[in-house]
């Protein structure tokens, strides 16, 4: 696999080059394609599995081109990698994708229930809380993923909260 490749995977074809805040940048990426699927009709049973395969590509990239981004970048966890954002979003995402607009809930309240993910799932990503932050210390690419792949988790049992209460 040639470098300019390895590079466009871990940094979701280069959102993670773009200045401030790559980790946001990174993170919109799968928000962009669950309102994409939301507008053109493709929710259920499409956006789940869209979601579980950009988590489980994004991982993959994470893990396995964890020695090529580390020399590249000279760091064990760039902030140009957003790949492990693109995975922990997907999955903070997934909790809603079962939900179709306009049958389950409203059009607006859907894209409140998406953004609101995000929210949440930069908050935990960026805050750390407990597990969250001891995954980091987990060896080579396991540690810069499992933090974001938690911090997904928890924002998604957030939204799965809040579903309950609409």
């Not at 490749?5 to 993170?27: R, V």
């Not at 935990?124 to 597990?131: E, S």
């Not at 080579?140 to 988790?153: K, R, T």
Request: hydrophobic letters at 55%; a negative charge.
């Amino acid at each position: 696999m040639s470098n300019i490749i390895k590079l466009m995977a871990s940094t979701c074809w280069g959102l993670g080059l773009l200045p401030k805040a790559p980790g946001t940048w990174g993170s919109l990426f799968p928000l962009a394609v669950v309102l994409g699927c939301g507008q053109f009709g493709f929710v259920y049973p499409w956006l789940p599995i869209i979601l579980l395969c950009l988590c489980a590509a994004s991982s993959l990239a994470t893990i396995s081109l964890f020695p090529f981004y580390s020399k590249h970048f000279g760091k064990n966890d760039p902030p140009q990698v957003v790949s492990d954002e693109v995975a922990g979003q997907s999955l903070a995402l997934l909790a809603m994708a079962w939900i179709v607009p306009e049958t389950d809930v409203s059009v607006p309240v859907w894209i409140g229930l998406a953004a609101f993910a995000f929210v949440l799932f930069r908050f935990f990503d960026i805050v750390k809380l407990g597990i969250i932050e001891r995954a980091q210390s987990l060896p080579h690419g396991w540690g810069v993923l499992m933090d974001d792949i938690l911090a997904g988790m928890v924002a998604g049992g957030f939204i799965l909260l809040a579903i309950q209460f609409i």
